[in-house]
């Protein structure tokens, strides 16, 4: 749920340009930022930025089509083609309804999104302020997407042998911090309902207060 700045982006981006390092730049969550955060795409800092960048976007979060299978890449030509070349041999075409659904869901009304991002917003504050509450257990909040990533070492564990106990005993699943470089951490998502939230919450401070 971090967000880098504009400034940040640009820099990571003239580092890749000045050392000749292709980017791939995976946008798939650039509508769903919260209070100041602010979107940047590093394709569009400049010219030599772009060309240096392959974007790869998708529907399943911003317009909820997980599981229809489709994306869309944008990338210099050359790429774009290569990428074209090898894609239509292997998995020949995304199925015809999920691209009308994708046009629909892209040049279509974007209302729903400051209803979500509300929405989304509370429950990342509300899981935020429960996280912090839980003794063990500390968490920043997040600035984008729909995941908290609470340091979870202060219980003694670190995040796989957490994560399964936390799974097995107390029925909560949660990805271990491991898996993104970081085995102090695990990653919760709320993209369910409050209801669901406090319930796992409660769950979860159960647990810890267990052990
Ligand atoms: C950063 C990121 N990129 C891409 C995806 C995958 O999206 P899709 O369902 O379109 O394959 C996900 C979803 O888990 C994601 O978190």
Known sequence: GSVYTPEEIRELGDVCVEKGVLIMSDEIYEKLIYGDAK???????????????????????????????????????????????????????????????????????QDHLGEWLGEFSKRRTFACERLNSINGLSCINSEGAFYLFPKVSGTGMQSGEFCERLLGQAKVAAVPGVAFGSDDYMRISYATSMDNIEQALDRLEQFVNSL
């Not at 795409?41 to 392959?54: G, K, L, M």
């Not at 998708?58 to 050359?78: D, E, H, N, V």
């Not at 070349?85 to 309804?97: K, L, R």
Request: proline letters at 7%; aromatic letters at 8%; a positive charge.
């Open 39 to 109: 979107f940047q795409s590093v394709a569009a800092c400049s010219p030599e930025h772009q060309a240096h960048t392959i974007i790869v976007h998708g529907l399943a979060k911003a317009y909820s089509m997980t599981g229809w299978r489709i994306g869309f890449t944008a990338a210099p030509l050359p790429i774009a083609k290569a990428i074209g070349a090898i894609q239509s041999h292997s998995t020949s075409n995304p199925t015809s309804f999920a691209q009308v659904g994708a046009v629909a869901a892209l040049d279509g009304p």
